[in-house]
């Protein structure tokens, strides 16, 4: 059974940075492309970056430059870093990796940037 348990949100000043880390199990973390999500209050959840098992990764126009995208695959977890967050960064954020045909959620975690 896949369990993705993300961590590493608070609530931070515009300007700030956090770091996200979802550790996942279940899987050999290795061999899948791994993602984060964002989903705000009355928006659709929407892609933030996603790396693939070689490293290569991408990222939505708005966090380009900002985020950073990483994994250690012999710790089975995936990073977000963000730096310079702004207020619309406000969101739950959500780890996910596909198995197969099946999408797998973590419970996602709060990030609030506010002053």
């Known amino acids: 059974q896949v369990q993705l348990v993300e961590s590493g949100g608070g609530l931070v000043q515009p300007g700030g940075s956090l770091r996200l880390s979802c550790a996942a199990s279940g899987i050999t973390f290795s061999i899948y492309s791994m993602g984060w999500y964002r989903q705000a209050p009355g928006k659709q959840r929407e892609l933030v970056a996603a790396?693939?098992?070689?490293?290569?990764?991408n990222y939505a126009d708005s966090v380009q430059g900002r985020f950073a995208i990483s994994r250690d695959n012999a710790k089975n977890t995936v990073y977000l870093q963000m730096n310079s967050l702004k207020p619309e960064d406000t969101a739950k954020y959500y780890c996910n990796t596909a198995v197969g045909s099946k999408l797998n959620w973590g419970q996602g975690t709060q990030v609030t940037v506010s002053s």
């Open positions: 790396i693939l098992r070689g490293g290569i990764s």
